[in-house]
């Protein structure tokens, strides 16, 4: 079984460049079903999401063409729904994005069919939002079996008035896939403003619709008839580049963090700035530094603008080694977010969970230990703690991890980092080392 090692303590020093956006990445690609023509993608992260997707959409019957490992080309003009096999189907049981093909779907075919959405499994992903707005848009939307199924009325969504009850991403993104070849206008109201939203938005303008309004909680939409081939090259990874900034907060140094648009890290900067870490905003650029001590702070995670709650747990893992007591509140997710405490605290750190709240007691330094990767924020979390530990730090299913990190472990070791990814047996849980076996 594959394991990062990392031997912490050393500050990370140097530069690295981020990858095109996972979340823009896995919006765009299944929208790409809707293009008739060839569609060329630029600055596409090199990560196992967006394999699986490319390999889905071959499963459909596009044409898939890398011309590097950041370039594909895709021909989507003879896509088609029926007969799809099951390796197909297993694939996307192991996605979040896989609804984003019932937009997708919906839009090209006026009939869809996918699973429930995959992923990280840190709480339910509720889909009653996407159904709403599809509905709106004139689709019967049913499940069964575990599989979404969804017809559009006559053939063809029109287009409709949509007021999403909560802001949410997957929704905001779903709707207005479907409604960018829908009959007539489309409004959605209370809508995601998150920068793949904008990105998603620019993409499906490239290819000859007409959506006005990305980034702010309105989106108008008039539907066109077909989507043309085109070039399109996705924004660079907020999170991606949120993480890094967190590991040298976390492990001290100084990195300049490139290929970046220092707008959508503002509200990580302003956190790390509070916590006496120093950021540099350049162009395409952000310095980040810290050689003294951290002090404390309060985060709450909220839609964008507001702190994401993608670097929650990173976060988090910083805050573990600054003196005092920090608050972080999930603000975003109910459910499990905070699973990767537990991993935290095999490595000292001193964390206490109620309800929506962890309670951060600053710990003099962390301890190396074996953990596992809850899922990939919390995976990268761990990576966070394992940089900035004393020891030696195994970190478990690192699959989670290489869903949204291009390369992370060599992007680390240019930054003098001690991390490794090594292939050898999981260690027996302490449990089962005493003898105490499940029943």
Known sequence: MEKYVIHGGKPLHGQVDISGAKNAAVAVIPAAIMVRGVCRLENLPEISDTDKLLHILTYMGAQVRMINRTTVELDCTNVQMDTLPEEMWAM???IRASYYLIGAMLGRFGRARSTMPGGCNFGVRPIDQHIKGLTALGADVR?????INATAKNGRLRGAMVYLD?????????????AATAEGRTVIENVAREPHIVDLANFLNSMGADVRGAGTDVIKIRGVKTLHGGTYTLIPDQIEAGTYMAAVAAAGGAVKITNVIPKHLECISSKLREMDVE????????????DGPLHQTNIKTKPYPGFPTDMQP?????????PGVSVVTEGVWNGGRFKYVAELKKMGASIEVDDQSAFVQGVDHLTGATVKACDLRAGAAMVVAGLAAEGVTKIEDVVYIERGYQDIVGKFRALGADIACVDEPDEPDAERSAGWVAG
């Open 143 to 147: 499940m069964t079996g575990g599989f």
């Open 279 to 290: 950021i540099e905003d350049g162009d395409d650029y952000v310095l980040v530094r810290r």
């Open 92 to 94: 996307t049981r192991k």
């Open 314 to 322: 990173q976060m988090t893992a910083v805050l573990c080694c600054a």
């Open 166 to 178: 909560k802001v949410s991403v997957g929704a905001t993104i779903n709707i207005m896939i479907a």
